[in-house]
C-alpha cells in the first residue's frame, strides 16, 4: 500500500500541471507559449542544468557513466526505430528523431525529482543534458539532413552543461546565492514545461493513428526495454539505475516537433507530430507502470 501511495505522489503532480496546461490550451486556442518557450530555452533550462548537477551530489564520475549510458540507450533506440520506420516505409531520417530523443526534460527529470529527491533528479539531468546535446546536433542533422555549427554555437543550454562540468572538474563550490537563484529558476521551469506540454498537446494533430500508434508503442515500450537491458547487462542497482529506466521510458520529447518544424518537409513533420502526440498519451498509462517498477526494484 505504501509503494502505491509513493506512487501516487510521485505522478500526480506531474499529470496534474500537464492537465492544467491542456485545460489552458483548450480554453484558448490562441494561448501564447512563446514566453515560455524563450525563458525554458535561455534561461530555465541552463539554470536546471547548472543547478541539477552541481548542487545534488552528483560527481563528475557519474555524470560521464550516466552520459555515455544514454548515449548507449539512444543508438539502440535509434537502430529500433529505423527498423520499424522502414518496415512502415516512412522517412527512415527526418522521422526518426521522435523515436530517439524521449521527452527527458519535460516529463522524466520532475518524475525523478518526485520518485527519488535530488539524487534522482541530479542523475536524471545528466541523462536530459545528452538529449538536449543532441536535438541541437544530430535532431538538427536529421531534421535538416544537413548540419550547421552556427546553430550549436547559439544553443544556451549546451553552455549550461559546460559549465556544470567545468565545476565538477575542478571541484569548485557553489556560491550561494547563484545555488538559490538556479534552484527558484529549477522549480519555475519545471513548472512552466508541464505546462506548456498540455498546452501543445491540445495543438498537435495525428494525420494517421495506426502507424502513430504503432511508432508511439515503440516509444514507450520498446524504450524501456532497451534501458531494463542495459541495466540488467551492467549488473545497475539503486535509485541511479531506476532514473535511467524512468528515462528511457518516456515519449517523444516536443521539442522534436519544434526543430522539425523549422528544417523537414510539412508531411515529417505532420508524422512527427502524430507520434508524439499518441506516445505522450500512452505513457499515462506506461509511466506508472515503469515508475513502480523502478520504485520497487532500485531504490
Same mark, same amino acid.
Given at each position: 500500500?505504501e509503494?502505491?501511495l509513493?506512487?501516487?505522489?510521485v505522478?500526480?503532480p506531474?499529470?496534474?500541471?500537464i492537465?492544467?496546461?491542456y485545460?489552458?490550451?483548450?480554453?484558448?486556442?490562441?494561448f501564447?507559449t512563446?514566453?515560455?518557450?524563450n525563458?525554458?530555452?535561455?534561461?530555465?533550462?541552463?539554470?536546471?542544468?547548472?543547478?541539477?548537477?552541481?548542487?545534488?551530489?552528483?560527481t563528475l564520475?557519474i555524470?560521464?557513466?550516466?552520459?555515455i549510458y +544514454?548515449v &548507449?540507450?539512444? =543508438?539502440?533506440f535509434? #537502430?529500433v /526505430?529505423y !527498423?520499424?520506420l *522502414?518496415? $512502415?516505409? %516512412?522517412?527512415?531520417?527526418?522521422?526518426l528523431?521522435?523515436?530517439?530523443l524521449?521527452?527527458?526534460?519535460?516529463?522524466?527529470?520532475?518524475?525523478?525529482?518526485?520518485?527519488y529527491g535530488?539524487?534522482?533528479?541530479?542523475?536524471?539531468s545528466a541523462?536530459?543534458s545528452v538529449?538536449?546535446?543532441?536535438?541541437?546536433?544530430?535532431?538538427?542533422?536529421?531534421?535538416?539532413?544537413?548540419?550547421?555549427?552556427?546553430?550549436?554555437?547559439?544553443?544556451?543550454?549546451?553552455y549550461g552543461?559546460i559549465?556544470?562540468?567545468?565545476f565538477?572538474?575542478f571541484?569548485?563550490e557553489?556560491?550561494g546565492?547563484?545555488?538559490?537563484t538556479?534552484?527558484?529558476?529549477t522549480?519555475?521551469?519545471?513548472?512552466?514545461v508541464?505546462?506548456?506540454?498540455g498546452?501543445?498537446l491540445?495543438?498537435?494533430?495525428?494525420v494517421?493513428?495506426?502507424? +502513430?500508434s &504503432?511508432?508511439? =508503442?515503440?516509444?514507450v #515500450?520498446? /524504450?524501456? !526495454?532497451?534501458? *531494463?537491458? $542495459?541495466? %540488467?547487462?551492467?549488473?545497475?542497482?539503486g535509485?541511479?539505475?531506476g532514473v535511467?529506466?524512468?528515462q528511457s521510458?518516456?515519449?517523444?520529447?516536443?521539442?522534436?516537433?519544434?526543430?522539425?518544424?523549422m528544417?523537414?518537409?510539412?508531411k515529417?513533420?505532420?508524422?512527427?507530430?502524430?507520434v508524439?502526440?499518441t506516445?505522450?498519451?500512452?505513457?499515462?498509462?506506461?509511466?506508472?507502470?515503469?515508475?513502480?517498477i523502478?520504485l520497487?526494484f532500485?531504490q
Amino acid at each position: 500500500m505504501e509503494l502505491y501511495l509513493k506512487l501516487i505522489d510521485v505522478l500526480f503532480p506531474v499529470f496534474f500541471i500537464i492537465g492544467v496546461g491542456y485545460y489552458l490550451g483548450t480554453k484558448d486556442p490562441k494561448f501564447d507559449t512563446t514566453f515560455i518557450t524563450n525563458f525554458a530555452g535561455n534561461i530555465g533550462t541552463p539554470a536546471m542544468i547548472f543547478y541539477t548537477i552541481t548542487t545534488t551530489g552528483v560527481t563528475l564520475d557519474i555524470f560521464i557513466e550516466y552520459f555515455i549510458y +544514454a548515449v &548507449i540507450i539512444i =543508438a539502440g533506440f535509434s #537502430i529500433v /526505430g529505423y !527498423i520499424f520506420l *522502414f518496415i $512502415l516505409k %516512412k522517412d527512415t531520417i527526418t522521422e526518426l528523431p521522435p523515436l530517439i530523443l524521449p521527452n527527458t526534460g519535460n516529463m522524466g527529470v520532475p518524475i525523478c525529482l518526485f520518485a527519488y529527491g535530488t539524487e534522482g533528479l541530479g542523475v536524471a539531468s545528466a541523462i536530459a543534458s545528452v538529449i538536449i546535446l543532441f536535438h541541437f546536433t544530430i535532431g538538427v542533422l536529421l531534421a535538416k539532413k544537413s548540419f550547421s555549427f552556427d546553430i550549436l554555437i547559439k544553443n544556451v543550454p549546451i553552455y549550461g552543461i559546460i559549465i556544470s562540468v567545468l565545476f565538477l572538474y575542478f571541484e569548485w563550490e557553489v556560491p550561494g546565492f547563484i545555488e538559490n537563484t538556479t534552484f527558484l529558476l529549477t522549480y519555475t521551469t519545471i513548472f512552466l514545461v508541464l505546462m506548456s506540454l498540455g498546452i501543445a498537446l491540445t495543438r498537435l494533430k495525428v494525420v494517421s493513428w495506426t502507424h +502513430a500508434s &504503432i511508432l508511439g =508503442a515503440v516509444r514507450v #515500450i520498446i /524504450g524501456p !526495454i532497451i534501458g *531494463f537491458t $542495459l541495466i %540488467k547487462f551492467l549488473g545497475l542497482s539503486g535509485f541511479a539505475a531506476g532514473v535511467l529506466l524512468i528515462q528511457s521510458s518516456m515519449p517523444s520529447a516536443v521539442l522534436t516537433y519544434l526543430v522539425g518544424s523549422m528544417y523537414s518537409e510539412k508531411k515529417a513533420v505532420d508524422n512527427v507530430a502524430s507520434v508524439i502526440v499518441t506516445s505522450t498519451l500512452m505513457s499515462f498509462i506506461t509511466a506508472p507502470v515503469i515508475v513502480y517498477i523502478s520504485l520497487l526494484f532500485y531504490q
